[in-house]
């Protein structure tokens, strides 16, 4: 046990603030968090290329849901519903497939162009599957909800839009060719460019060499007619958009990384690194670009691998780890009957603590601690799904620290900027921030959660003496 002289080691705070049995008595709710101003749709690159900002320049964080069959699967009034209920969530961002797989219909039966499948007619888009989807982006941008659009998702298993379909056919994207799918990438432009509430995805769950020259011209057609509309790009998991494509490529305006953890076997790599891994790899890369977490384990799916920790845990070390956002998945992706309940599910509950948290502060100013400065013991193994990140404020104003499971986290207290610092335990799971207590920023400190379970740790600088 740690001794609470600073000459014979670090001091827990467990030691010095004792807690009741009920530890839950002592929390308090957080109610110094202000709710969030409505964005200002469109977004774009920060000057600095570190995050998103809105239209007036303030910070936006990516906080994102998957329903990727929402064009296809639900109706204009499920669809409505849908998004006010992710909304009151406070999720500000969903992912969406426009034309979903080859051959699928939207609830109306209509296929989003002319022809049979694989050699739908990128020239010939279907005015009745396309009005649904106009009514339904209007509808997003009312309740102010980012879109991130999937056009043709190229697909990871010959089920998609790009390489060979599972008949060793040419894909649609092969069948029409760069030319004719430039000019689909201008007619989407056309259309939905004035849609503020609007980013593209390109690719999906794929890298681009089964259709390079397609992709390409499809992400070159959409500059074309909607220059301002940012891209990012979907590869297979554990690759990022930057991985995939050159430092160069002019559509490309942000990053998305993707993975799973490590033991994670049900990918097409079995190599799977941890979030905080890929984090740490894309905020190094140069030149830099903003980049945010497009898919990871979803909730409710791989049985116990799927729980809402592991939810937390990957969005957590996204943005902790250099990133502008995540986004959120779960069973919803394919809108199966029962959607309206796995709305519910625990982990996307929990999950607009993240963004209340982060969104009363400056998060946008945080740097990853990849050299360990500021949490210099109690991390856990690096490359292993326990392993806790620590973030600090560029002016050392503040840093949080998120803790997937209790244990003693040492903190180097010089690096925060003010004469004291103050110390609080956030729970992720329930939003309530508990006092800790405050301390001279010229020691180091191990501060130990008061229960079990995923915490976050925030330290704030203080100049004023107690």
């Given at each position: 046990?740690?001794?609470?002289?600073?000459?014979?080691?670090?001091?827990?705070?467990?030691?010095?603030?004792?807690?009741?049995?009920?530890?839950?008595?002592?929390?308090?709710l957080?109610?110094?968090?202000?709710?969030?101003?409505?964005p200002?749709?469109?977004?774009?690159?920060s000057?600095?290329?570190?995050?998103?900002v809105?239209?007036?320049?303030?910070?936006?964080l990516?906080?994102a849901?998957?329903?990727?069959?929402?064009?296809?699967?639900?109706?204009?009034?499920?669809?409505k519903?849908?998004?006010?209920r992710?909304?009151?969530?406070?999720?500000n961002?969903?992912?969406?497939?426009?034309?979903?797989?080859?051959?699928?219909?939207?609830?109306?039966?209509?296929?989003?162009f002319a022809?049979?499948?694989?050699?739908q007619?990128?020239a010939?888009?279907?005015?009745?599957?396309?009005?649904?989807?106009?009514?339904?982006?209007?509808?997003?941008?009312?309740?102010?909800?980012?879109?991130?659009?999937?056009p043709?998702?190229?697909?990871?298993?010959?089920?998609?839009?790009?390489?060979?379909?599972?008949?060793n056919?040419?894909?649609?994207?092969?069948?029409?060719?760069?030319?004719?799918?430039?000019e689909?990438?201008?007619?989407?432009?056309?259309r939905?460019?004035?849609f503020d509430?609007?980013?593209?995805?390109?690719?999906?769950?794929?890298?681009?060499?089964?259709?390079r020259?397609e992709?390409?011209?499809?992400?070159?057609?959409?500059?074309?007619?909607?220059p301002?509309?940012?891209?990012?790009?979907?590869?297979?998991?554990?690759?990022s958009?930057?991985?995939v494509?050159?430092?160069?490529?002019?559509?490309?305006?942000?990053?998305?990384?993707?993975?799973?953890?490590?033991?994670?076997?049900?990918?097409?790599?079995?190599?799977?690194?941890?979030?905080?891994?890929?984090?740490?790899?894309?905020?190094?890369?140069?030149?830099?670009?903003?980049?945010?977490?497009?898919?990871?384990?979803?909730?409710?799916?791989?049985?116990?691998?799927?729980?809402?920790?592991?939810?937390?845990?990957?969005?957590?070390?996204?943005?902790?780890g250099?990133?502008?956002?995540?986004?959120?998945?779960?069973p919803n992706?394919?809108?199966?009957d029962?959607?309206?309940?796995?709305?519910?599910?625990?982990?996307?509950?929990?999950?607009?603590?993240?963004?209340?948290?982060?969104?009363?502060?400056?998060?946008?100013?945080?740097v990853?601690?990849?050299?360990n400065?500021v949490?210099?013991?109690?991390?856990?193994?690096?490359?292993?799904?326990?392993?806790?990140?620590?973030?600090?404020?560029h002016d050392?104003?503040?840093?949080?620290?998120?803790l997937?499971?209790?244990?003693?986290?040492?903190?180097?207290?010089?690096?925060?900027?003010?004469?004291?610092v103050?110390?609080?335990?956030?729970?992720?799971?329930?939003?309530?921030?508990?006092?800790?207590g405050?301390f001279?920023?010229?020691?180091?400190?191990?501060?130990?959660?008061?229960?079990e379970?995923?915490w976050?740790?925030?330290?704030?600088?203080k100049?004023?003496?107690?």
């Amino acid at each position: 046990m740690a001794s609470q002289n600073k000459n014979e080691g670090p001091v827990r705070s467990s030691e010095l603030f004792p807690w009741p049995r009920s530890f839950a008595l002592g929390l308090l709710l957080l109610t110094q968090i202000a709710v969030s101003a409505e964005p200002a749709f469109p977004v774009r690159v920060s000057e600095n290329r570190r995050h998103l900002v809105d239209a007036h320049g303030a910070p936006f964080l990516y906080h994102a849901d998957t329903p990727w069959m929402l064009f296809l699967k639900l109706t204009e009034g499920e669809a409505k519903d849908y998004m006010a209920r992710r909304k009151a969530q406070g999720f500000n961002a969903l992912q969406v497939q426009l034309t979903g797989f080859p051959g699928m219909t939207n609830r109306a039966g209509e296929l989003p162009f002319a022809g049979t499948p694989p050699e739908q007619d990128f020239a010939r888009p279907n005015e009745k599957f396309f009005a649904h989807v106009d009514r339904v982006m209007h509808e997003a941008q009312r309740q102010g909800m980012l879109l991130a659009v999937a056009p043709l998702w190229s697909g990871c298993c010959g089920e998609g839009w790009a390489g060979r379909d599972k008949q060793n056919r040419p894909g649609p994207l092969h069948a029409n060719g760069p030319d004719k799918t430039r000019e689909f990438g201008r007619w989407l432009g056309r259309r939905y460019g004035t849609f503020d509430n609007v980013l593209w995805i390109l690719g999906g769950d794929n890298d681009p060499d089964n259709a390079r020259a397609e992709i390409r011209a499809l992400g070159l057609g959409l500059k074309d007619a909607a220059p301002r509309q940012l891209i990012t790009y979907h590869a297979a998991s554990t690759h990022s958009s930057t991985h995939v494509w050159p430092a160069d490529e002019s559509w490309l305006d942000v990053s998305m990384v993707y993975s799973y953890f490590r033991g994670f076997d049900k990918a097409w790599n079995k190599n799977q690194p941890d979030i905080y891994e890929v984090s740490h790899a894309e905020f190094a890369k140069i030149p830099v670009r903003p980049f945010f977490l497009g898919e990871s384990t979803y909730e409710g799916e791989h049985g116990a691998w799927g729980s809402a920790l592991q939810a937390r845990k990957q969005a957590w070390w996204c943005v902790l780890g250099g990133g502008c956002g995540h986004a959120y998945g779960s069973p919803n992706w394919n809108m199966p009957d029962h959607w309206r309940d796995l709305l519910e599910l625990p982990g996307a509950n929990s999950l607009k603590h993240l963004r209340d948290l982060l969104e009363s502060k400056a998060w946008w100013t945080l740097v990853p601690d990849v050299d360990n400065v500021v949490a210099v013991q109690g991390r856990g193994l690096y490359a292993k799904n326990d392993y806790a990140v620590t973030a600090l404020a560029h002016d050392g104003s503040f840093a949080l620290s998120y803790l997937p499971t209790k244990r003693a986290l040492t903190i180097d207290l010089a690096r925060i900027s003010g004469a004291r610092v103050a110390a609080h335990w956030f729970n992720p799971r329930s939003g309530e921030l508990s006092r800790i207590g405050e301390f001279a920023n010229e020691q180091q400190h191990a501060f130990e959660p008061p229960a079990e379970g995923d915490w976050v740790l925030v330290l704030d600088a203080k100049q004023e003496t107690p």
